[in-house]
């Protein structure tokens, strides 16, 4: 049995706290409890906007975290300046946009790819293992593997929502195979994430290719109702092949 990593997605903690601007409930209680109870590594995204993590919890999650700590960053000076004081071992770039309610879709590889270069290469001097999280198209991954990044992250966002609304899903997994395959033949390790639930997770859990799973929103509202812990764990059962 091949253990698939599970990184659970803590930024929603931070949305409820900062909806009151209490300081509670608190990220790294969160990402503590995380650890305890079977997350390969703990994902947080800090925005610009800064509208659920910010600085100080990246810092005291960083200093307390013995797994893994997976920072989401945009391709920006600043976050690159952060990254690399930080040095948290896995960094994600995504695309943001200010406006968006979640990250809506892959980063697009063309766009300032000179300094994109130059970011991966500069974050992976600094030892963090770099991932680009991209849309299932073959031309993202063959320029992923051209920028050197370490690992890809496919954004599930479209399939997830077909599953959630009962549509026909099969041609998004059939592009979500063909670029896990690519990406293999390619060596580039493969991660997935956005919109996971139980359901959608389950499907894409029997892609054997894909190492890695980042869950966020669903697992936390679904904490509400079973406690984080036991919500993790039904999430390690079902990504387990
Ligand atoms: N992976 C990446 C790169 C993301 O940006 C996000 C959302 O922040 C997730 C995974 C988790 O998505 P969700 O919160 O919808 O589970």
Redesign the pocket.
Known sequence: MTRVRL?V?I??VATVRNARGEIYPSPLRAAILAQKNGADSV?I?LREDRRHINEKDLIEIKSNLKIPLNL?IAATKEMLGIAIKRKPPFI?I?PEKRKEI??EGGLNLKYRKTFLKKLISRLKKNKSRVSL?IEPKIKDINEAKNLKADCI?I?T?KFCKLVNEKKSFQNELQKIKNAVNLAVFLGLEVHA????TYKSAKILSRIKGIKEF??????IGESIYDGLGKTIKKFRKIIRR
């Open positions: 990184g997605n930024d929603h994902t995204h989401e994600c995504v979640t990250t999280f992250e954004h966002g994430g956005h919109g996971l980042n869950i966020g929103h669903f697992l």
